[in-house]
């Protein structure tokens, strides 16, 4: 889809021109909070504890009197760093692996195919608590158990891929003239399999928020003092009926974030693949009178969308209208 196209579509999607501009705000705050007028997220007072929301502590305070704003805004760097360090570190493994799996027919394709097919066998919630029991629970850890379930997606996304593209003319043609196979799969291959890829990031990322988040609620995640969201959310279910704020506040960030990066993601998912943007939304197929015959044709609910058309009413509606 053209750069064009793909802006009308967004502006014509007011749900994802909101979650777009809901992350970008979540993106900035998380990179300014450091320069912001807050208090210490880790600073105890006694005097404070469990205030509820106030001018001089927008979000309330918990039991150990930390400022909730502060730590829901921490919280959110921690949450786009470990979301985003896991998406890096799982797509580069991840592809570099595939590549070898897809593009190159020896025992090593064959060997990372099983290691790919055990880790899919169980959930990347397990493995991440494994991995965590084993290495501690510090951010550079919690990012690798994370990493161990997500790496597969990545492998069998590229490999897969790979495989429809290997075997085509201009792939072909370019072993025919000598080029040399990383040449290949670096013009021809990847290039062509990056929408994809780019797909499966956006959707990744909330995937990995929600499991550090899990992570952390469970005890196993970064370190309880530590602002994140599930650590917040575990800490004031103790006294939930005396202070909600203690975990509304977090578990709201949580639910806006994944649900505004799912959308962003199944938005781009549907600007990108030729075949859902074709068929729109379950092949939905919209009726469009031609202007210049006034012949009434069919067109894909996204192209529609694109264009800026709208669907025509059929004649029988018109008259029953009149």
């Given amino acids: ?26 993106a900035l705050l998380a990179l300014a909070v450091p320069m912001l007028p807050l208090p210490d997220p880790t600073g105890q007072s006694v005097i404070f504890r469990l205030k509820p929301p106030s001018p001089e502590h927008l979000l309330g305070t918990d039991r150990l009197g930390r400022d909730i704003l502060s730590r829901v805004l921490w919280g959110a760097r921690l949450a786009l760093l470990v979301g985003v360090g896991v998406v890096a570190f799982s797509g580069l493994l991840g592809t570099l692996l595939g590549v070898v799996a897809g593009y190159f027919r020896s025992w090593p394709s064959v ?133 909600p704020w203690l975990t509304f506040f977090p578990g709201a960030a949580i639910v806006l974030t994944v649900l505004a990066f799912n959308l962003l993601g199944d938005f781009i998912r549907d600007s990108l693949d030729p075949s859902v943007r074709e068929a729109g939304p379950a092949g939905v197929q919209l009726p469009v009178e031609r202007p210049s015959t006034g012949q009434s044709i069919r067109i894909s609910w996204h192209a529609l969308r694109a264009e800026g058309l709208r669907p025509s009413t059929p004649r029988s509606s018109r008259r029953q209208g009149c």
Avoid: K
């Fill in 111 to 243: 060997l990372i195919l099983r290691l790919t097919d055990i880790f899919l066998a169980f959930p990347p919630l397990i493995l991440a608590m494994v991995t965590v029991t084993v290495l501690g629970n510090n951010l550079l850890t919690v990012v690798l158990a994370i990493s161990v379930g997500i790496v597969p997606r990545f492998v069998r996304l590229t490999r897969g891929t790979i495989l429809s593209i290997r075997e085509r003319d201009y792939v072909e043609a370019a072993r025919a003239i000598g080029a040399s196979a990383p040449r290949i799969i670096w013009s021809h291959v990847l290039l062509n399999a990056v929408d994809p890829l780019i797909v499966l990031c956006t959707l990744l990322i909330p995937t990995a928020i929600l499991t550090e988040a899990l992570l952390s609620f469970l005890g196993l995640g970064i370190t309880e003092r530590t602002p994140t969201w599930g650590n917040m959310i575990n800490s004031g279910q103790i006294v939930l009926r005396e202070a």
């Fill in 1 to 26: 889809m053209s750069t064009s196209r793909l802006r009308m579509a967004l502006v014509g999607n007011p749900a994802v021109m909101i979650c777009a501009f809901f992350a970008v705000v979540l």
